[in-house]
């Protein structure tokens, strides 16, 4: 099955800086990529995804690049606010009503 | 439009006690998915249903766990009996076939 792999784990920037989270993805049959933003006691919630006939799609402050021949993907943040603290997911699913497969998870804390 | 609605939210029970999810999906969304996420993971998929049959169990341990799908909208999982290792959050999601998955706010499971 697939394999979703996240670094880093933990990433703590200034308030302003820009923040970037990268995946790799073992399945190559995958071509949907979603982000998850989770707070504390809540679920996940999508802020962004890349589908494999893009490269780059990008959403305000948020962009996601996506590398299908060396397999991995990345969620860029610019201009971090203290509200974007949390832990975010990258995921990775071959489409349709397939399964998502997710990463271990990036906690990012904002500095203000 | 309503979300991902789920219940309780949060129970403690004693080991080989059992406990039950309840689910129920955004409008209109036929596919329905129960995730477990342990304390520091990404979500795993137990089970996914699309309308009321099972689409994808493979990760369901099904000597203790159970769900079902009646009329193919809510849902529920059923753990029994409970196990320590159990501890975890229960996500449901729900998506169009293709389109973006969407979770619920959680259930989240202490077995002491």
């Known amino acids: 099955g697939e394999n979703v792999e996240q670094h880093p784990s933990t990433l703590s920037v200034q308030e302003g800086d820009s923040a970037v989270i990268k995946c790799t993805y073992s399945?190559?049959?995958?071509?949907?990529f979603p982000w998850y933003k989770q707070e504390l006691g809540k679920g996940p919630q999508l802020i962004i995804d890349?589908?494999?006939?893009?490269g780059e799609k990008k959403d305000q402050r948020i962009a996601v690049t996506l590398n299908k021949t060396a397999k991995h993907f990345s969620l860029h943040i610019t201009e971090t606010q203290p509200e974007d603290s949390a832990v975010y997911f990258c995921a990775a699913s071959r489409g349709g009503a397939n399964n998502l497969f997710f990463g271990t998870g990036t906690r990012l804390t904002v500095i203000p | 439009e309503a979300g991902v609605a789920q219940s309780p939210r949060y129970k403690i029970i004693e080991k080989r006690q059992s406990v039950a999810f309840w689910c129920n999906p955004i409008?209109?969304?036929?596919?329905l998915y129960w995730y477990q996420q342990i304390l520091g993971q990404g979500p795993k998929l137990l089970i996914q249903f699309q309308n009321n049959g099972v689409v994808d169990d493979s990760q369901l341990p099904k000597d203790r766990f159970s769900a079902e799908r009646l009329k193919g909208v809510d849902s529920t999982l059923k753990i029994q009996p409970a196990k320590l290792e159990d501890s975890a959050v229960y996500l449901c999601?729900?998506?169009?076939?293709?389109?973006?998955?969407?979770f619920g706010e959680g259930s989240w499971l202490t077995v002491v």
């Open positions: 399945d190559s049959a995958s071509n949907y």
């Open positions: 409008s209109g969304h036929a596919t």
């Open positions: 890349i589908r494999s006939n893009v």
């Open positions: 999601a729900s998506s169009t076939p293709g389109n973006t998955i969407y």
